[in-house]
């Protein structure tokens, strides 16, 4: 039997719409333009003969028949992407996508991976790095790690470990440089930090009663990684975070000269879908690292 049935695209257009009440915010949904979607709405209108919704200077709202065509679409679509997501996360192909910033991949996480592999190596782990935040609504991803200045407030977030902060800097620089034995030594050395976190030396120096040393000279990198690659290659003192060092204090790549940790009220978190249910795969990831995060200072 032949199906006849309407664009896809329209009837997205048409489900996002409805639920929203909004052209606007069902094309910030879509990525598509406002214009875009209520094309997409009156083509859909044109195909069933049929008005679907009422435009008014403040918004749309449902006639009947499209009130009870929402309730149907939506159905639908639900159950499109519940299929999607069985077939997807299928044992024998099971597939993880991730979305975390570049360092805490680079020196966090990366290191600890072969392990959650040997676990469960039939997940298919796939990672993006970026420092926006993800967009569950946009971006195809199962979860997200990020830094939060404060705990967030939203559902759907768990904290992996607080952020510590302090200065690092390879042996080296210590044998062929001024000295660092006191904070105030600091005011002789070049400061290294990242663009993305422009208090974290700021915030160490005022903890440690440093007058007259600013937070915001030296080097700055475009991320955390470039910063502790050029601490390792002695280039300055790194202001760092704790636990995405903790593997190179161990073999002594780096060193901590100075005692003081300033610990910030911010921290590492996961990020979870609150908007369908979570896969097995999911489960057993945040299962996972959340025990690997334990085990973090």
Partial sequence: ?????PPLNAMRAFEATARHQSFTRAAAELCVTQGAVSRHVGALEDWLAVQLLRRGRHGVTLTPSGESYYQGVRAALDQIAAATLAVRQRPETA???LKLPPTFAIRWLVPRLARFHALYPKID????TSHQRADFARDDVDLA???????????GYRKLF???LLPVCAPGLLRKGPPLRVASDLRRHVLLCSLNR???WPIWIAAARIRD??????LKFE?????????????????AQGALVEDDLRIGRLVAPLKLRVATAGGYYLQLRTDQPQSESVRRFEDWIVGEAAKSP
């Fill in 125 to 128: 782990v796939q990672i993006t």
């Fill in 162 to 164: 607080g952020e510590v």
């Fill in 198 to 200: 422009p208090r974290d």
């Fill in 1 to 5: 039997m032949t199906r006849k049935l």
């Fill in 213 to 218: 040393l600013d937070g915001n000279s030296g």
């Fill in 95 to 97: 597939r993880l996508s």
């Fill in 223 to 239: 991320n955390a990684a470039l910063a502790y690659q050029a601490a390792t290659d002695e280039l300055g003192v790194m202001i």
């Fill in 145 to 155: 790690i990020h830094s939060e200045a404060e705990p967030p407030s939203a559902p």
